[in-house]
């Protein structure tokens, strides 16, 4: 858990500056800011933006005194003043529960007594935002970056896609009743898709949660409809067509629109296009249950049962992101040795 705690600000003069200093918060992992001055314009604010773009970032007022002092965590104070960041860095991140103080001012002398870590990002004079930003950043080792918000680049539109975490995920598979067999199946085709992407600069999110969620239509049914239905449960559940297309594209590794239309679904291609739906497609194709095996064991399987013009279409498609992403066989069926939980 961290907690921000902005001291010294002013609403008449600095209500850009706390702004900034609560969305840096927000973006960069922080669980909540606590404002030393009530402020409901900034409250509502702060509120707007996690709302539109997600999570559960929270802001509240208190005085600080009382705020610091009944805090139990290690309480970090960003100071020019201090000991650089990288001395105390690996010290801090050894706390699960952490407040971190800026300021706006003048900073009283009892801050710089009541913190377990006066430190500096950088001693040199700049500010709130920077150094909080920077302190997040290497708190996190830069991984909180990417956050759950993928910003899709339009010519012209501003199109922004909420990408639910892996724990959401496996919450909805639950609430639509998934059993073990299911989930087991979907965390598989996840680390399999994962472990496929890791060489190809795609988004690795995108992959998790199409990975744990292409099937979540197997709630319904088992049958070559899963993929729709899983397709319409997501959108009910207001995400977004990237997310819902994991269901419908990764159905018999992608069929043609002569073939859907010969099996009753409804009227379009389901061949996944994307980078991502192409990597879960091909993830799910490789397993048995739980279990990666062999493109040409599948390949067996599918002469086996009759499909045999579809083959060449789920080698090409292996192939392809073999070399793309750069991932190995061997690689993947160790994922089998691997705890599934
Ligand atoms: N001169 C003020 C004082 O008494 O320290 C600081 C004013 S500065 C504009 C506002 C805030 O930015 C500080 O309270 C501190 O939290 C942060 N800050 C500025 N420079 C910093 C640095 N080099 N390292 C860490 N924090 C810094």
């Given amino acids: 858990m961290i907690t921000v705690l902005r001291i010294g600000h002013r609403p008449e003069r600095d209500k850009r500056i706390t702004t900034h200093v609560a969305l840096v918060s927000r973006a960069f992992g922080a669980d909540k800011i606590i404002v030393d001055r009530i402020d409901e314009k900034l409250k509502k604010t702060v509120d707007n933006v996690t709302r539109k773009f997600g999570g559960n970032f929270e802001i509240e007022f208190g005085s600080y005194m009382e705020q610091i002092k009944k805090f139990k965590g290690a309480k970090v104070h960003l100071t020019m003043y201090g000991i650089p960041l990288e001395e105390k860095i690996r010290d801090i991140r050894k706390f699960d529960d952490i407040m971190v103080i800026v300021g706006s001012e003048k900073v009283p002398r009892i801050i710089y007594e009541l913190a377990d870590f006066n430190v500096a990002v950088k001693n040199q004079p700049h500010s709130e935002v920077s150094a909080l930003s920077i302190f997040l950043d290497r708190l996190a080792r830069g991984k909180e970056l990417r956050g759950e918000l993928k910003i899709i680049p339009e010519e012209r539109g501003k199109k922004v896609l909420r990408i639910p975490g892996k724990e959401e995920c496996l919450r909805l598979l639950e609430k639509y009743g998934a059993d073990d067999r299911l989930k087991r199946h979907s965390i598989m085709v996840s680390k399999v898709a994962l472990a496929s992407a890791r060489g190809c600069g795609c988004d690795q999110r995108l992959v998790e949660a199409g990975a744990l969620l292409h099937d979540i239509g197997r709630t319904v049914t088992h049958s070559i409809f899963h993929g729709v239905e899983g397709y319409k449960i997501l959108k009910r559940e207001g995400m977004d067509e990237i997310l819902a297309r994991f269901c419908s594209t990764h159905v018999g590794a992608g069929l043609l629109k002569s073939t859907a239309r010969k099996l009753h679904l409804p009227d379009q291609d389901y061949i996944p296009r994307t980078i991502e739906e192409k990597i879960v497609c091909n993830s799910d194709t490789l397993l048995k249950g739980d279990k990666v095996v062999t493109i040409d064991e599948i390949a067996e399987d599918y002469v086996g049962k009759g499909l ?25 069926l160790a994922l089998n040795d691997e705890q599934l939980f």
């Fill in 308 to 332: 045999a013009s579809e083959v060449p279409r789920l080698k090409r498609l292996y192939s392809y992101l073999e070399r793309k992403c750069g991932f190995s066989i061997e690689e993947l």
